[in-house]
């Protein structure tokens, strides 16, 4: 089938590295595993960081453009005409002003990954951006989440529940080193992140001061990213003087090769959907310690795959980080079943055979086979 990808915040081509492009990027390999003939529909970015309502009315301008333009090329040249829009991440600060206009005016269907609602903004700044973001939900045939945190407030705007689709965040396991390696020595810590201000920075802050009070024990920890932030992480992570390695910004090849040499993946991931790098760090069979925060539970099993504290609470993070570092046959054991785990329930192959479900069903104008599941 040929399917329009779209992902109005950040496309997966995007020249700067996050989370978001990740996971763009991912959906879109796992729409060609499973044989869809998809393609990016368009690089425009709604994205309005500040709130403005001019800035938001002039993009919905170009977006009504934009759509007018791309159906005109299907009229004229059929045969590249989409058979179903794909649209990957909207929210009231990037909704999607292509999408619900090209896929009614085709005929075709509107499928969204990762929808959101912030009913606060109803009568703020992105007012706009927020009814624009409700409508396209609202068109939508189908909504995969892959946070459940997202679920209540999208809800009431499908036409009926069953087009929520819960959905696993899932990479391509095989991307990163099966062999789980226990190492002798200090134990090697190891964080994933952007450096921004806001949660980002906040993040960083909670582990500087949880992982100062661990100073008695050998430990040393790498920091990949960067980012405008890099100066206030520097400071943040100061009291930890020699034992912090900055790796810069690598990418996804040079992170895993040093993903598998890490002993303790730790993130206390303030307000994160659910963590990338989280899932990145358990495939290479890497423990996690992170803040319960968002949709980390549903990546991060307690006990089973790592330690999960309450959000924001450095001194818990520290005793968590400190049990594991004490307990080197604990690290292991759950660096096993962490390994195992994501390769059984996060894999891109699995996510691929899901997709062609979904699609599958809303092309026949049928949900039955993709009711909400877990699985």
């Known amino acids: 089938m040929r399917v329009a990808f779209y992902a109005p915040l950040k496309p997966p081509d995007h020249p700067v590295p996050s989370g978001d492009r990740r996971v763009a990027q991912l959906f879109l390999a796992a729409l060609r595993m499973a044989d869809h003939d998809t393609l990016i529909a368009s690089r425009f970015r709604s994205y309005d960081g500040r709130g403005d309502a001019l800035r938001q009315a002039r993009v919905a301008a170009v977006g009504a453009r934009l759509a007018t333009r791309f159906v005109r090329r299907c009229r004229e040249a059929p045969q590249i005409a989409p058979e179903l829009w794909f649209t990957y991440h909207l929210y009231h600060k990037a909704p999607d002003w292509l999408g619900p206009q090209i896929a009614d005016v085709l005929g075709i269907p509107y499928v969204v990954a990762e929808a959101s609602d912030a009913p606060k903004q109803a009568s703020r700044g992105w007012a706009a951006g927020r009814r624009a973001a409700e409508r396209a939900i609202r068109r939508a045939d189908a909504v995969i989440g892959l946070n459940p945190a997202d679920r209540e407030c999208v809800l009431p705007f499908l036409r009926d529940t069953g087009r ?26 190891i964080a994933v992140a952007m450096m921004r201000y806001g949660d980002k920075l906040a993040s960083y802050q909670i582990l500087g001061d949880a992982l100062s009070r661990l100073l008695d024990l050998p430990w040393s920890l790498e920091v990949i990213g960067d980012g405008p932030a890099r100066w206030a992480v520097e400071d943040a992570l100061f009291p930890l003087e020699a034992r912090v390695t900055w790796a810069g910004e690598v990418g996804p090849i040079e992170i895993a090769r040093r993903l598998a040499s890490a002993d303790l993946c730790v993130w206390p991931a303030l307000n994160e959907a659910f963590g990338m790098a989280l899932l990145e760090a358990q495939a290479s069979g890497v423990p996690v310690v992170a803040g319960a925060a968002g949709g980390v539970s549903e990546i991060v099993v307690h006990g089973v795959t790592g330690l999960l504290v309450p959000p924001s609470d450095a001194a818990a993070f520290a ?8 307990d080197h046959p604990r690290r292991a054991a759950l660096a096993e079943a962490a390994r195992h785990r994501v390769r059984a329930e996060h894999d891109i192959s699995s996510a691929a055979r899901r997709l062609n479900a979904v699609i599958d069903a809303v092309s026949r104008g049928s949900r039955e086979n993709w009711a909400p599941t877990n699985s």
């Open 164 to 189: 929520w689709v819960a959905f696993k965040p899932f990479i391509d396991a095989a991307s990163y080193p099966g062999q789980v390696c226990v190492r002798a020595g200090p134990p090697r810590l």
């Open 319 to 326: 005793r968590a980080v400190r049990s594991l570092l004490i």
